[in-house]
């Protein structure tokens, strides 16, 4: 523990350090460097302690009579290595994409104390601590959310985004008040100890939920994601989206599995239902964009509610004793978190090297960039595969896993969890064939094709930096998917402390498979598919160049009887989500399209609207801000009032204080 928080403490003297360098031509390299360097020790100090003896340290910070805890523990060993992990990738990819920053003055300052901040969260031990580390990460991604403040897209982002990590902050400062009881002690060793009636139980488990849930991305209290992720950087967007949302999940965690006690089965119904339709609609969300950021936001949502999925099977089974069965799906969750990291940070670099190498973000205004950025394409398209759990790569592996555990699911004895888990896994099924859809769509729109503006054919392959850091990755989801009970095995010491019980030993297994329950039930070989995968394409490969004809005749595509059309007689965006808007966003999102055909001789070209609108801030956010706008511009009256009328407010508060005081007693 002493170690990991001289390895923060040099993260934030790195950002006074990068205050110091910002004007120098090689700021970035040094303080991206030295980024790098830590994180890469932090990630590796984590991977090897989480089956040693938690250590502790209190410092004589915070609160006087409290100080600050610090605690490593299996738990916050994961969570630090996932951290981490995603912090070093981003670090060797800013090494490149740095050089891309108009004003590295705004980003430099920030980013150490984001990354601090993050590794403060998962090691705190008392609820001062957490909530400040907390605090200090939402500022400062925050102000990482704000570097290019001058747009105006930019400024409505940081303020939706600032609105609702307050609000986040807000219920987990009620969620430990309730915790910790009138006793005072705000340690986490203490809020173990006390007990909560089912009510007040109910009510911190709520607050923890909306707490933890703003900052993952829980629908509804989503609306600042898909704003604040693609208005940063894109190496700032990766570790908000791949690693922030995991210390929000971490936090659920915590609270739930540790801090509260033994569950109650009905302590499930919040993460399962909210992660269902998160992950669901999250999803659907992402294929009504164009915006390639967005896009990659809005599957974020969709990841998250499938680890919330996951985190609700592991209530449900810890509250009614099937020990196994819950760190089944509690590693199912933390793999998931885990390959979640990998393969959107991988996305958001490859968004990025494209933004840099065209200045565009809206996918209808690219295409063919395979051939122009090669690597970059090969590292999307990895993570594509990855993201949308095609085998063998790493998605599939955690959200099968998943499966498995609503597989078991009939043993719970509640009726209700026994109807509600198998429609949940209708959802999640949904969501992995919908997330398909969605990449198939980026990838093609983005990459394939031709080039649809002139900036398209102007671009080049990105840096070196930007590149291995994509390679690793990629390379990284590819691992984690053929050779996954390496994994398994690491992460159950976590499943052990949590919820008491633990999955087979899955690396001595015969051909590297995995076992999750028993063989009779299911068995997964990833290295034996990717295998037969490999050969396959091989031997597919050598026998058309072996006996396919070899000439080559070139002749223009089929333009339909409408010749010269050029680039846009190819699809787009728009159009490979036509058939799914139709059928889902029509009911979703109220979608509807607007189609303006001239006739014959008219030379104006044929245009195609489509409108969608948003639910949840229609009905859910937009009231509140008509009463916030409402009430503020009514109480601006007071501010012009006589000196009486201020003394006979003071007055009337008094009394009615008086009032409330004497029928309190």
Known sequence: MPTVLVCIAGLLGLSVLAIVLARRPASSSIVYGLCLAVSLFLCALAVLSIRQAPSQAVLP???????????????????????????????????????HEAEPARVLPFYPAFLAAMNLVVVAADAYSFLFAWELMSLTSWALVMVH????????????????????????????????????????????????????????LMLAVAGAGSKAGLIPLHVWLPLAHPAAPSHVSALMSGVMTKVAIYAFIRIAFDLMGNPDWWWSLPALLLGGATAAVGVLYALMETDLKRVLAYSTIENVGIIFIAA??????????????????????????????LFKSTLFFGAGSVIAATGERNMERLGGLIHRMPVSAAAFLVASMAISALPPFNG??????????????????????????PAIG???????????????????????????????????????????????????????????????????????????????PQASIPWLSIVPVSASRSSYNGLLLFSFVAATACLAAAAIHRFASHVVRKAPFWDCGYPGLGVVAQYSATSLAQPLRRVFATVVFAARE????????????????????????????????????????????????????????????????????????
């Not at 610090?70 to 050089?99: E, H, K, T």
């Not at 195609?608 to 009231?623: C, E, G, I, K, N």
């Open 61 to 99: 910070l915070g609160l006087p009579w409290l100080g600050a805890h610090f605690r490593l523990d299996p738990l916050a060993c994961a969570f630090l290595a996932i951290v981490n992990f995603g912090a070093a990738s981003a670090s060797l990819y800013a090494l490149g994409y740095g050089r």
């Open 149 to 204: 403040h001058r747009r105006a897209e930019t400024g409505y982002a940081g303020f939706v985004y600032l609105i609702m990590a307050s609000f986040g902050t807000f219920a987990l400062l009620f969620a430990f008040g309730l915790l910790a009881g009138t006793h005072g002690d705000y340690a986490f060793e203490a809020i173990r100890a006390h007990h909560l009636s089912p009510g007040l139980a109910a009510l911190a």
């Open 312 to 341: 609700g099977l592991a209530l449900a089974f810890k509250a009614n004793g099937f020990a196994d069965a819950a760190a089944l799906a509690l590693t199912a969750a933390l793999f998931h978190g885990l390959n979640h990291m």
């Open 396 to 421: 599939f592996a955690s959200e099968w896993l998943i499966f498995q555990g609503i597989l078991v699911s009939p043993q719970l004895p509640q009726m209700g969890l026994k109807l509600l888990v």
């Open 426 to 504: 209708v959802l999640l099924a949904l969501a992995a064939a919908l997330a398909a859809a969605c990449f198939v769509r980026a990838f093609a729109a983005t990459y394939l094709g031709r080039a649809r503006t002139e900036a398209v054919t102007r671009a080049t392959e990105t840096d070196p930096w930007s590149l291995c850091a994509m390679l690793v990755c990629a390379a990284l989801c590819l691992l984690a998917g053929i050779l996954p009970g390496f994994v398994i095995d690491w992460l159950q010491p976590v499943a052990t402390v949590l919820v008491a019980g633990h999955m087979p």
């Open 594 to 665: 607007t189609v303006a055909m001239p006739p014959p001789g008219d030379p104006r070209p044929a245009s195609l609207q489509r409108f969608l609108r948003d639910p949840v801030w229609d009905f859910a956010y937009a009231p509140i801000a008509f009463a916030v706008g409402t009430s503020a511009t009514l109480l601006n009256h007071i501010q012009f009032l006589t000196i009486r009328r201020y003394l006979g407010f003071v007055f009337i508060a008094l009394v009615v204080l008086l009032v409330v005081l004497a029928i309190w007693g």
